[in-house]
């Protein structure tokens, strides 16, 4: 079956330190790979994605690159902030599994200012 | 704009009562799905649809039961045989289910609690 592991937090950073959260994947076919970002009461915001190999994906200054040789899909940020304080979900999308969501536990940050 | 619309934010239930979640969606959205959020474990899925009139039970789907009658709106139903029914209730949407590319959109959850 699917599934995902991520690091576990929570991890907590000064201001404009560097953000890396691990993630690796099982999957059964080829994968769509996502990170979600969760701020505190609210829904699941879709931060960034990556379709195939080597693709990578990027928004608001994070990263992470679909990398199929290790079966990961690391997140980065090189620079983080207060307002970057969050849960961070892995999540991957195979069509072999109907394409369902299958999501790691989260990773919860702080940033102090 | 263009969301998915979970109400009540809030609930409150009495042991042994049925209750039901409501969602909404007015991005013409194919797939919709329910997911249950506990500390620490994640998302786990409960039922999805991908189209009208028509569902599928995900991982813990028992205790749990939902309606596609129109392609805007999956309400979720929490019976009194779900034995632990306290969680943050999450709705999402997607554009189809046939690209596993297309991102699902979320919700901003409903927090059941057991009185």
């Known amino acids: 079956g699917n599934s995902v592991t991520q690091m576990e937090g929570p991890v907590t950073l000064s201001e404009e330190a560097f953000l890396t959260i691990n993630c690796t994947y099982t999957a059964t076919g080829y994968p769509s790979l996502f990170w979600y970002v969760q701020y505190p009461g609210e829904g699941l915001q879709l931060l960034l994605k990556?379709?195939?190999?080597?693709d990578k994906g990027s928004n608001k200054g994070f990263e992470a690159t679909y990398r199929k040789e290790t079966t990961s899909f690391h997140l980065e940020k090189g620079s983080v902030q207060v307002s970057d304080s969050a849960v961070y979900f892995c999540?991957?999308?195979?069509?072999?599994?109907?394409?369902?969501?299958?999501f790691g536990a989260g990773t919860t940050v702080t940033v102090r200012a | 704009d263009g969301g998915i619309t979970q109400s009540p934010k809030y609930l409150f239930r009495k042991e042994g009562q049925n209750v039901t979640l409501s969602c909404e969606q007015n991005?013409?959205?194919?797939?919709m799905y329910w997911y249950r959020q506990d500390p620490g474990q994640g998302l786990r899925l409960i039922y999805y649809?991908?189209?009208?009139?028509?569902?599928q039970k995900g991982d813990i789907a028992e205790g749990y039961s939902v309606s596609r009658e129109k392609k805007e709106s999956f309400p979720l139903t929490v019976t009194s045989a779900q034995k632990n029914p306290t969680a943050f209730y999450l709705c999402?949407?997607?554009?189809?289910?046939?690209?596993?590319?297309?991102?699902?959109?979320f919700g901003d959850g409903t927090r059941l609690s057991i009185l």
């Open positions: 991005l013409n959205h194919d797939a």
């Open positions: 999402a949407s997607s554009i189809q289910t046939g690209q596993s590319n297309q991102p699902q959109h």
């Open positions: 990556a379709t195939k190999a080597d």
């Open positions: 649809s991908q189209i009208v009139n028509d569902f």
């Open positions: 999540a991957l999308s195979d069509p072999g599994d109907d394409y369902k969501l299958s």
